[in-house]
């Protein structure tokens, strides 16, 4: 799937194979696993079967792990990016 350019109508959201290729070649079952955990925000879903993840939460987590954040210091960074979604 080709990512359109975020917007601020429309934010850029991935597919979920796209956000694991962006984790570094994470498998889908390892995602919905960290997602399980509360390490990975949970999708949106856009209607019964297609769920997407949007860009800048998959690009907070990323850099949560390059700057060394602890799991549990992630876990309440994905707590916080789904309280910013409910807002």
Same mark, same amino acid.
């Not at 984790?23 to 949106?44: E, Q």
């Given at each position: 799937?080709?990512?359109?350019?975020?917007?601020? *109508?429309?934010? !850029?959201? @991935?597919?979920?194979?796209? +956000?694991?290729?962006? @984790?570094?070649?994470?498998?889908?079952?390892? @995602?919905?696993?960290?997602?399980?955990?509360?390490?990975?925000?949970?999708?949106?879903?856009?209607?019964?079967?297609?769920?997407?993840?949007?860009? *800048?939460?998959?690009?907070?987590?990323? !850099?949560?792990?390059?700057?060394?954040?602890?799991?549990? *210091?992630?876990?309440?960074?994905? +707590?916080?990016?789904?309280?910013?979604?409910?807002?």
């Amino acid at each position: 799937m080709i990512a359109h350019a975020p917007t601020p *109508e429309a934010p !850029n959201y @991935l597919r979920p194979k796209d +956000a694991c290729r962006q @984790l570094g070649g994470m498998g889908l079952s390892t @995602l919905y696993a960290h997602i399980d955990r509360g390490m990975f925000p949970k999708p949106v879903a856009l209607s019964r079967r297609f769920v997407v993840f949007p860009q *800048e939460e998959v690009t907070a987590v990323i !850099n949560a792990r390059l700057a060394g954040k602890t799991d549990d *210091e992630v876990r309440q960074l994905v +707590a916080e990016l789904m309280e910013k979604r409910r807002a």
